[in-house]
Structures are given as structure tokens and as C-alpha cells.
């Protein structure tokens, strides 16, 4: 059954990165936050029937859990399917490539896609609220992971909670990651 479930979402997100090609508006979206024809290709990004909301697919170790919206316009940013329509039952972790050597936990699927197209392992929890699975799945991870915290206020409160979850394999990095930013 899970199996089926995986299969019919990775057949709906090949769907969405095909119907990229109507809406340029929204491979415009995907353009300007640096994913590219390779990057929406090897992530099978994509747009919604109507054009106004990008698509991601739930990637965990090489298999799509389901489908992610993420809305160009409008208070609601993302929606995601209730926990019940996942094939396990739960929101895993976001794990859009092979976990190898040391890896980064973040709190959102975009910047996890962004790290990925570096070549880095990285995991992302959905947002700043963690479920027990998630943190099992965590605590399972055999190396170091190297939480990159959002720079807003929630974002921060979260990730001192999975360190104080997680030490001393849970390592905290500062928000500023800009050339030349100080980290005193």
C-alpha cells in the first residue's frame, strides 16, 4: 500500500514538472531562487493545474511521499496533505538526496533543495514544529548535523530546541551566512 502511494505521487509529480511548461510565471518563481532547467529537472519541480502555485515533491531517500504546493501569492504559503494520506502515516523528514558524511538540518523544503544542489546532505523538518517521528529519524542519523536556523524569531526558538534535543550530535550554526558577516 505505502508502495502505491509512492508510486501514484511520483506519477502526479512528473505530471506538475510537465505542466511547468503552461505557466511561466511560475518557472520565472522557480528561476529567481536559483533552480534552473537541471535543478527542476533533477527535483522534479513543478506548478499546479492553475498556475499559481509551485510544486515540490516530499522527497525522502529517493522516493516522493506526496506533494507539496507552495502558493506564489496569498497569507497561506505551503500545503502539504494531511498526515493520514502519507504513506507511513506520518510527515517524515524532507530528504531530497543521499545522506553521506556530515548533514545539515533546516527547517524548510527549499533552502533543504538548495543545499542539496550543492552536493550536501541535508534534511528538513517542514517548518518549526517537529514531531516525535521526525526526531527519531534524527536521532537515527549516525553523523553530525549542523542546524542551519532560519534568521526569524521562530526559526531561532526551533532551533535551539532541536539542539537542546539533539546535543552534542545536534550543532548549532549561526543564522548569518553571508560572506564577511560576523559571528561574534
Known sequence: ERREKE???SKQAWACHRTLDEYPNVREWWEKRGFGQELRQRFLLGANEDGTAATIPY???GRVQCLIERFLRGKSKYLLPVSEKLPDGYKPLF????????VFLVEGFIDA?????????VVAIGGTGISREQMRELERIPSLLYILPDSDEEGAEAAHEWVRKLYPKGLLCPAEYSVGASHA
Open 7 to 9: 508510486d501514484s505521487y
Open 59 to 61: 522527497w525522502r531517500r
Open 95 to 102: 530528504i531530497p538526496g543521499p545522506l553521506k558524511g556530515e
Open 113 to 121: 533543495l538548495a543545499v542539496a544542489a550543492l552536493g550536501e546532505s
